[in-house]
């Protein structure tokens, strides 16, 4: 239950950091040089999604948009507390020719650079044969979501990667986890 709850609050991570464009400007989580940090989990996850030949992302990665000046609300607030514990990268746009194939080689170059990947799940979407395919990967204290949604209702691919600190997101509380996937009601604080 809760290895689903932090998957859910790594997508929603996402969206809120990627697709709103919040980051936090500069600052990683690995106080030591040489530690995998977030810059260093976001330097990998950027060489295997180029190395694979997904598309540009025209989308921020946590760290390099700048934060809106004012957080509105409570939840805003956490997502720029929870950029520091993220490195992501995400493409939604129109089909890309054979990118179920370049996601999959994603996946293998991250594994090609210690990530363990966990078991892959694929799932039926639409009636009209879209499918999306999810794996985790693990290292040095780090989880990755890669996922890849292929609805052929909307006609459009969605390629995620998103990585999250584990001892970074821990320091949150579950109602702060609960709050970023968006099961608190919307409360303010």
């Known amino acids: 239950m809760r290895t689903r709850n932090m998957a859910a609050v790594a997508g929603v991570l996402?969206?809120?950091l990627l697709g709103a464009g919040c980051g936090i400007v500069?600052?990683?989580t690995g106080a030591d040089s040489g530690a995998f940090d977030r810059e260093a989990a976001q330097a990998e996850i950027r060489t295997a999604v180029a190395g694979a030949g997904l598309p540009k992302s025209e989308l921020p990665e946590p760290g390099t948009a700048t934060a809106t000046a004012t957080p509105a609300d409570e939840r805003e607030r956490i997502a720029q507390r929870a950029a520091a514990c993220t490195a992501a990268w995400q493409y939604i746009g129109p089909l890309v020719d054979g990118v179920r194939g370049k996601f999959d080689r994603t996946v293998a170059a991250l594994v090609q650079e210690g990530w363990t990947a966990g078991n892959r799940q694929v799932e039926k979407l639409d009636d009209k044969g879209g499918t999306t395919a999810s794996v985790t990967l693990k290292k040095s204290g780090w989880t990755l979501m890669a996922r890849h949604h292929a609805p052929r209702t909307v006609v459009m691919d969605m390629v995620s990667f998103q990585a999250?600190?584990?001892a970074c997101m821990g320091r949150f509380t579950e109602r702060e986890r609960d709050l970023l996937?968006?099961?608190?009601?919307g409360a303010e604080g």
């Open 164 to 166: 999250t600190e584990d």
């Open 181 to 185: 996937a968006g099961e608190d009601g």
């Open 26 to 28: 500069g600052g990683g």
């Open 14 to 16: 996402a969206a809120v």
